[in-house]
């Protein structure tokens, strides 16, 4: 885990670039919580805001009920274009009980960066 001084976070110095593209990888939709984590949902090709929806439309409530979180669990995303789509924040609106937004690949704050660093360790 990462500790900065407050307001620092968003220093240039303290963000890392990265370039997307295509070879090799896999995207995997996951859920967690401090009771334990939920099936991983694999993504053939490119998601698009479409596909980011339906996911949630399929996966996001079972898999907190499944967890023993419903109904107050919270949906953690970053800034990504798929998730700040009009159609996705308008569902997420009316259908979860609360939204935690990052910036974008932030490594201070994202939980699978954390669990990759406790796991090498």
């Known amino acids: 885990m990462v500790w900065r001084n407050p307001n620092s976070e968003l220093e240039m110095k303290n963000i890392i670039s990265s370039v997307k593209h295509g070879g090799g990888s896999q995207i995997v939709w996951a859920s967690m919580s401090a009771v334990g984590v939920g099936n991983l949902h694999f993504i053939d090709g490119m998601m698009d805001k479409y596909m980011y929806l339906c996911i949630l439309k399929q996966n996001l409530k079972q898999r907190a009920e499944k967890m023993g979180i419903l109904p107050h669990y919270k949906l953690y995303q970053d800034n990504d274009p798929k998730h700040n789509a009009h159609i ?14 990052t910036p974008t690949q932030s490594i201070d704050l994202n939980p699978i960066q954390n669990i990759w660093d406790h796991l090498n360790n």
């Open 88 to 101: 996705c924040r308008l569902w997420t609106l009316y259908q979860c009980p609360q939204v935690i937004r």
